[in-house]
């Protein structure tokens, strides 16, 4: 999202989907919540993952800093079940709306 | 603290007159000055400061995966996805690279590790001399003392310009002269350095061996 860049694009996070909020049937949790990482399908392929960043971006109508896009930064806390999907903290919670909705997974702190 | 304090401890403790109990008397004689006692306390409580627990005695333990003359893939800030050749680790922990500057746009920077892949090429890099270059190299020129803020000053754009000074250009072209051949030698390691490292569809990095 910086202006004016004109190299070629990089992408250097992985793409994920955000599930929704940790929870059970009748109750949900929203200071933690679900990811599911592309190309991610065990539990074990997870433990690359754990403690690397997370951002949400989002656009908003104001703008501030200069820029419609907003972020909330969070990282990948621990795998969730055996299939590949994750959990996350963000600096604050995730909004409703960002059920469904695309998270960008990045590749640092590195440990390789 | 007051110097003219004067605190004096009596020699001995006052004895009490005959027939009261007095707890004091078995304190008598009290010395004057014990070894290593200070002599004067003073009036007002001095906080005492608090030593700092942070170890600098360890320097940030470096990856092993990570030594002179491997190819690293930045992963974040202004240079993301370029390769840049390792140099050395400074004092502070943080990683010496150079792109080189010719081939990557990369000049003599400092990364740290977290935010660096080491991938398994390597070169050899031990005719490179690094070892002029240390944090000092990249402290911040400080500048002259600002004035005080006039109402015309104030509102002025200032146009600063980043001068990279001829020190760093220097050892930039020092170190990049002594590098270059040696990346010359291997095949396709020119290319492999000025090309970027980038994902793409069906590429995880869990999966991939760097």
């Known amino acids: 999202m910086v202006q004016g860049r004109k190299g070629e694009r990089v992408r250097l996070y992985v793409r994920g989907t955000i599930l929704g909020y940790k929870r059970s049937k009748s109750n949900q949790y929203p200071n933690t919540s679900m990811v599911q990482i592309e190309g991610v399908n065990t539990k074990e392929e997870v433990a690359w993952y754990a403690g690397k960043r997370l951002a949400y971006i989002y656009k908003a109508k104001v703008k501030k800093n200069g820029t419609h896009y907003r972020c909330i930064w969070g990282k990948v806390t621990r795998p969730h079940g055996n299939s590949g999907v994750v959990r996350t903290k963000f600096k604050s919670n995730l909004p409703p709306r960002s059920m469904g909705a695309r998270v960008r997974v990045f590749m640092y702190p590195s440990n390789i | ?210």
């Not at chain 2, 072209?173 to 490292?197: C, E, T």
């Open chain 2, 1 to 210: 603290m007051p110097l003219d304090v004067t605190n004096r401890r009596p020699k001995t403790i006052a004895t009490s007159k005959k027939g009261t109990s007095n707890k004091i008397k078995a304190k008598e004689a009290v010395p004057l000055k014990k070894q290593g006692e200070p002599r004067w306390y003073s009036a007002d409580d001095v906080p005492r400061a608090i030593p700092s627990r942070k170890s600098h005695a360890k320097p940030t333990r470096l990856r092993s995966s990570i030594t002179p003359g491997t190819v690293l893939i930045v992963l974040a800030g202004r240079f993301r996805g370029k390769r840049v050749v390792f140099l050395k680790q400074l004092a502070s922990g943080l990683l010496l690279v150079t792109g080189p500057y010719k081939i990557n746009g990369v000049p003599i920077r400092r990364l740290n590790q977290a935010y660096v892949i080491a991938t398994s090429t390597k070169i050899d890099v031990s005719s490179v001399d690094v070892k002029s270059i240390d944090d000092k190299f990249f402290a911040k020129a400080k500048e002259a003392p600002k004035k005080k803020k006039d109402g015309e000053e104030f509102f002025e754009q200032k146009e600063e310009k980043k001068v990279i000074s001829d020190a760093r250009k220097k050892e930039q072209s020092r170190v990049d002269g002594a590098l270059l051949p040696l990346i010359k030698k291997v095949p396709q390691l020119y290319h492999y350095l000025n090309a970027k490292f980038t994902l793409t569809n069906g590429v995880y990095p869990h999966a991939i061996k760097f």
